[in-house]
Nanobody, 121 residues
């Protein structure tokens, strides 16, 4: 089993940057692909980015492509989401998840509690 805890959220002005981290417990972190999802108030949870077990492959939602970068450090059991050029529409609770490499949330078995990101205009 994997336990996940996100950090790094906060309030930032439009055009600014934030770096989210997701720390995983256990010795099987490298066995899982990792994903970031987000959920804005009144909206469904949506895919943001995914990274393969080794980190050699990444995949992004069109809405964040070119602005966000997902990475992982298997030695530190941590996955990151670097968010640049933030927009008010990026405001959401951001969740990291562990599972199979996919944009589909149903392919992820383990989820963190989430971290709030608020982008002011």
């Amino acid at each position: 089993q994997v336990q996940l805890v996100e950090s790094g959220g906060g309030l930032v002005q439009a055009g600014g940057s934030l770096r989210l981290s997701c720390a995983a417990s256990g010795r099987t972190f490298s066995s899982y692909a990792m994903g970031w999802f987000r959920q804005a108030p009144g909206k469904e949870r949506e895919f943001v980015a995914a990274i393969s077990r080794s980190g050699s492959s990444t995949y992004y939602a069109d809405s964040v492509k070119g602005r966000f970068t997902i990475s992982r450090d298997n030695a530190k059991n941590t996955v990151y989401l670097q968010m640049n050029s933030l927009k008010p529409e990026d405001t959401a609770v951001y969740y990291c998840a562990a599972g199979s490499y996919s944009y589909n949330s149903r392919m992820y078995n383990y989820w963190g509690p989430g971290t709030q990101v608020t982008v002011s205009s």
